[in-house]
T-cell receptor, first 113, second 113 residues
Framework: DAGVTQSPTHLIKTRGQQVTLRCSPKSGHDTVSWYQQALGQGPQFIFQYYEEEERQRGNFPDRFSGHQFPNYSSELNVNALLLGDSALYLC????????????FGEGSRLTVL | DAKTTQPPSMDCAEGRAANLPCNHSTISGNEYVYWYRQIHSQGPQYIIHGLKNNETNEMASLIITEDRKSSTLILPHATLRDTAVYYCIVRVAGKAAGNKLTFGGGTRVLVKP
């Protein structure tokens, strides 16, 4: 049973560029959340998708957007990259909304130069 | 979500029990206590959660005080693979809460041979 898979694992971008990160949830899960983890800090909630709609959002600017597909997979898009966007981006999935037991992927490490 | 306070770091001897404290003095009656851990370069991993009764699973035990203002995560026989950052998180359950987890600084646990 595959867990949460994310791609790419590492990528390097320059300021002003755009990036798309991808996530496939654990089998049987229909809800996907995205988190940003800066070096040395705990993960910060970006947003959550359920039934292809953004259901909850953390304190992140509109440059951060997402999408969920009918197969429950998800994408995180970040536009106009800033140096401060350098971080580990984590995807988490669950069955339904509201539960606190999330399954996390290994993350995508983004470096912005 | 109620705020949690954890010691920034602690050491533990391999094979001994590791007792990780967490203070959540402002916890509300409908808030659960969740524990996650994050091993270096991996995504967070769910460990256990509870409301007011003590809980045990194959990974750990969770002891919540009667007034629910603090809790202790117990790893009964720590191994080197338990070296990680452990996060104590307090949150309500239910659809309205979504999948948002508020991570604090956590406790960096080092298991020594």
């Amino acid at each position: 049973d595959a867990g949460v898979t994310q791609s790419p694992t590492h990528l390097i971008k320059t300021r002003g560029q755009q990036v798309t990160l991808r996530c496939s949830p654990k089998s049987g899960h229909d809800t996907v959340s995205w988190y940003q983890q800066a070096l040395g800090q705990g993960p910060q909630f970006i947003f959550q998708y359920y039934e292809e709609e953004e259901r909850q959002r953390g304190n992140f600017p509109d440059r951060f957007s997402g999408h969920q597909f009918p197969n429950y997979s998800s994408e995180l898009n970040v536009n106009a990259l800033l140096l401060g966007d350098s971080a580990l981006y984590l995807c988490a999935s669950s069955r339904g909304q509201g539960g606190g037991e999330l399954f996390f992927g290994e993350g995508s490490r983004l470096t912005v130069l | 979500d109620a705020k949690t306070t954890q010691p920034p770091s602690m050491d533990c001897a391999e094979g001994r029990a590791a007792n990780l404290p967490c203070n959540h003095s402002t916890i509300s009656g409908n808030e659960y206590v969740y524990w996650y851990r994050q091993i270096h370069s991996q995504g967070p991993q769910y460990i256990i959660h509870g409301l007011k009764n003590n809980e045990t699973n194959e990974m750990a035990s969770l002891i919540i005080t009667e007034d629910r203002k603090s809790s202790t995560l117990i790893l009964p026989h720590a191994t080197l693979r338990d070296t990680a950052v452990y996060y104590c998180i307090v949150r309500v359950a239910g659809k309205a809460a979504g999948n948002k987890l508020t991570f604090g600084g956590g406790t960096r646990v080092l298991v020594k041979p």
